[in-house]
């Protein structure tokens, strides 16, 4: 059975690589396909996953090609880390949004809306391809903005595609450590939009949740210790006690995982709810503006300097698997660096003992998928009721349930009404990007950008979209 990996070139490929040769049994693959638009990349990565293989008689085959046609033919699944313009694209997205005043990030605000224009298309070519050529393929989709892209992807693929993101799954198993909660008997009341979402329900059930994951990837991987992975459920049963609260009214117990930290314990408290770290540039935009501002480099700057020395070395003569160990691990330690640095929230923790990243909620959509073993997992899908503020067909990230019929959004508690209006505000941004790229129409860009929180001026938008039209050419669309 065939795995496909789009964007797979990428960094982060060897993660992937590195669960499926835990689980490959479970999960019936035989065969992975790389596929990248560079060459040189698909070859350093390569030379990653062979060293990778080096103690695994067994392991996947893998192939690399740069026909988007014959790697997506044949596949079981589709696994899409695709990044339109590269990390220099990514740096110019920062860049634009700085130089007129606002923040840049790759998910969320301007950059990001920046970046989901010139995806969009793209994404709807590779659903398009793959409805074609693999029609019964599942897509599983990793490439940001994770629910803006894979909503756009559900237009070809419906129900057949699913959004991941390794976010909510770590903020749960914080949460539940820190509430001394059973993974495996708790329900989680966790809902919003990816990068944007919030928890705000711990509920203990009397018997194990079916179908919940609580353990490890499976047999170690040479220069990796395997992650755990567990899947987390949403509805509380009739009656049920809520964990949360005490939670919230310990602070020394709050400081203790990095939400705490990085948001403080007063406003966690405000909230009564632990909200996803991406809501730090939501809730402290000035402070976290000049705290980019102020840096050496951007996050995009410093990724491309780094991955271009990871990459060039991977070209050399030494141990793959070291040079590409020891880039993964920088990279993990200075994530979102700026925002802790800010609300002085200390060092990010890097445990390589705890759940497995996007790659470990992938391969767990795929166990479930392939073999029929419901699971559940915080995923992005079609709302289909799930959040009465949104309609049925907006992509939100919720807890679902996932078998060999694909993965079922579960209830969930109503949203805090205090997210109600970011939720709606951003996906009305989304959805303006999805009309820009149907249409090409500068004009509904433009009402896109300033439908976001992060812009909030129709005047500041124009000067935002012809800035960016200006740096990309896949942008020259937008007339």
């Given at each position: 059975?065939?795995?496909?990996?789009?964007?797979?070139?990428?960094?982060?490929?060897?993660?992937?690589?590195?669960?499926?040769?835990?689980?490959?049994?479970?999960?019936?693959?035989?065969?992975?396909?790389?596929?990248?638009?560079?060459?040189?990349?698909?070859?350093?990565?390569?030379?990653?996953?062979t060293a990778l293989a080096r103690d695994v008689p067994d392991a996947p085959a893998v192939v690399t090609t740069t026909d988007l046609g014959e790697a997506v033919t044949g596949a079981?699944?589709?696994?899409?880390?695709?990044?339109?313009?590269?990390?220099?694209?990514?740096?110019?997205?920062?860049?634009?949004?700085?130089?007129?005043?606002?923040?840049?990030?790759?998910?969320?605000?301007?950059?990001?809306?920046?970046?989901?224009?010139?995806?969009?298309?793209?994404?709807?070519?590779?659903?398009?391809?793959?409805?074609?050529?693999?029609?019964?393929?599942?897509?599983?989709?990793?490439?940001?903005?994770?629910?803006?892209?894979?909503?756009?992807?559900?237009?070809?693929?419906?129900?057949?595609?699913?959004?991941?993101?390794?976010?909510?799954?770590?903020?749960?198993?914080?949460?539940?450590?820190?509430?001394?909660?059973?993974?495996?008997?708790?329900?989680?009341?966790?809902?919003?939009?990816?990068?944007?979402?919030?928890?705000?329900?711990?509920?203990?059930?009397?018997?194990?949740?079916?179908?919940?994951?609580?353990?490890?990837?499976?047999?170690?991987?040479?220069?990796?210790?395997?992650?755990?992975?567990?899947?987390?459920?949403?509805?509380?049963?009739?009656?049920?006690?809520?964990?949360?609260?005490?939670?919230?009214?310990?602070?020394?117990?709050?400081?203790?995982?990095?939400?705490?930290?990085?948001?403080?314990?007063?406003?966690?408290?405000?909230?009564?709810?632990?909200?996803?770290?991406?809501?730090?540039?939501?809730?402290?935009?000035?402070?976290?503006?000049?705290?980019?501002?102020?840096?050496?480099?951007?996050?995009?700057?410093?990724?491309?300097?780094?991955?271009?020395?990871?990459?060039?070395?991977?070209?050399?003569?030494?141990?793959?698997?070291?040079?590409?160990?020891?880039?993964?691990?920088?990279?993990?330690?200075?994530?979102?660096?700026?925002?802790?640095?800010?609300?002085?929230?200390?060092?990010?923790?890097?445990?390589?003992?705890?759940?497995?990243?996007?790659?470990?909620?992938?391969?767990?959509?795929?166990?479930?998928?392939?073999?029929?073993?419901?699971?559940?997992?915080?995923?992005?899908?079609?709302?289909?009721?799930?959040?009465?503020?949104?309609?049925?067909?907006?992509?939100?990230?919720?807890?679902?349930?996932?078998?060999?019929?694909?993965?079922?959004?579960?209830?969930?508690?109503?949203?805090?009404?205090?997210?109600?209006?970011?939720?709606?505000?951003?996906?009305?941004?989304?959805?303006?990007?999805?009309?820009?790229?149907?249409?090409?129409?500068?004009?509904?860009?433009?009402?896109?950008?300033?439908?976001?929180?992060?812009?909030?001026?129709?005047?500041?938008?124009?000067?935002?979209?012809?800035?960016?039209?200006?740096?990309?050419?896949?942008?020259?669309?937008?007339?």
């Open positions: 059975m065939r795995l496909t990996i789009l964007g797979g070139g990428g960094f982060r490929v060897p993660l992937v690589y590195r669960a499926l040769l835990a689980d490959h049994r479970r999960t019936g693959i035989t065969e992975v396909a790389l596929h990248d638009v560079d060459a040189g990349r698909l070859a350093g990565v390569g030379r990653v996953l079981a699944f589709v696994f899409c880390a695709i990044r339109v313009g590269g990390l220099r694209g990514r740096v110019r997205d920062e860049r634009v949004a700085l130089g007129l005043g606002v923040l840049g990030q790759e998910t969320v605000g301007a950059g990001g809306l920046s970046y989901g224009l010139r995806t969009v298309p793209v994404a709807h070519h590779i659903a398009a391809t793959v409805a074609r050529l693999a029609p019964e393929a599942w897509t599983i989709n990793f490439t940001n903005p994770a629910g803006l892209v894979t909503e756009a992807m559900t237009a070809e693929l419906g129900d057949r595609v699913i959004g991941i993101c390794d976010s909510p799954a770590g903020l749960a198993d914080r949460v539940l450590r820190a509430a001394g909660a059973d993974p495996a008997t708790t329900r989680v009341d966790y809902a919003g939009l990816n990068h944007l979402g919030w928890l705000y329900g711990l509920h203990p059930v009397g018997d194990a949740v079916p179908g919940s994951l609580s353990g490890s990837v499976g047999g170690a991987v040479p220069g990796l210790s395997s992650g755990s992975l567990s899947g987390f459920t949403g509805g509380a049963a009739p009656g049920a006690a809520d964990l949360l609260p005490g939670l919230l009214a310990d602070g020394a117990l709050l400081g203790t995982i990095e939400e705490g930290r990085l948001f403080g314990v007063d406003r966690l408290r405000e909230l009564g709810a632990i909200p996803n770290e991406y809501l730090h540039y939501y809730y402290d935009p000035a402070g976290t503006l000049a705290a980019v501002r102020a840096a050496d480099q951007t996050r995009g700057e410093f990724l491309l300097e780094q991955q271009d020395r990871c990459y060039t070395s991977l070209a050399g003569p030494g141990d793959p698997l070291e040079t590409w160990l020891g880039a993964w691990r920088e990279r993990e330690a200075t994530y979102m660096a700026e925002n802790r640095e800010l609300a002085g929230a200390g060092e990010r923790a890097h445990d390589e003992s705890r759940p497995a990243g996007y790659e470990g909620v992938a391969l767990s959509v795929m166990r479930a998928l392939a073999r029929d073993e419901p699971a559940r997992l915080i995923l992005n899908v079609r709302n289909q009721g799930t959040l009465s503020v949104l309609d049925n067909d907006a992509v939100i990230e919720v807890p679902c349930t996932v078998d060999a019929g694909g993965a079922a959004p579960e209830p969930v508690a109503p949203l805090p009404e205090h997210g109600v209006g970011l939720v709606r505000a951003v996906k009305s941004a989304e959805r303006g990007v999805l009309e820009a790229a149907a249409s090409g129409s500068r004009l509904a860009a433009v009402r896109a950008m300033a439908a976001h929180p992060l812009v909030d001026s129709e005047r500041l938008a124009a000067r935002l979209v012809d800035a960016y039209r200006a740096e990309f050419s896949e942008l020259s669309y937008l007339r």
